[in-house]
């Protein structure tokens, strides 16, 4: 009868221990859900920190994100967008990148830190959540 209580307390141990887990990974970020642009820019924020950690290190960055997408990408509140002026900081944004991207080595530094500018202007602007996230991809 010993062992049966054992193994009734490790099996419910371990029940509840996985649906724990697989319950705090399944649940958005974002309390009005993740949007294909909110999934966009954690995205981009990932590739952001491991290029800041390339040229950190010397080497040259490579940026491995679709960036393209912003402009299509749904956001989480289409209604908060304002269309014409989100362009135009999804443009700014988009060449920077591809300034980077293009980048001589000794401009590198210089052309990161206005990618993450950019970045920082569309927050200020649209969308001021993610701003002291944002910060850390500063060098």
Do not use: W
């Amino acid at each position: 009868m010993r062992h049966l209580y054992i193994f009734l307390a490790v099996f419910s141990i371990l029940y509840l221990l996985a649906c724990t887990s697989e319950a705090s990974t399944s649940r958005p970020l974002n309390p009005n859900g993740d949007s294909e642009l909110a999934l966009l820019m954690r995205a981009m924020f990932e590739d952001g920190m491991k290029v800041k950690a390339q040229i950190q290190h010397g080497e040259k960055p490579t940026i491995s994100v679709d960036f393209m997408k912003i402009y299509e990408a749904k956001p989480t509140d289409p209604v908060k967008m304002k269309p014409a002026e989100f362009k135009v900081l999804a443009q700014s944004y988009v060449q920077a990148v591809q300034a980077l991207q293009a980048a001589a080595p000794g401009q590198v530094k210089g052309l990161y830190k206005g990618m993450v500018i950019t970045c920082i202007n569309c927050h200020n602007t649209i969308c001021p959540g993610p701003k002291a996230k944002i910060k850390q991809l500063y060098l």
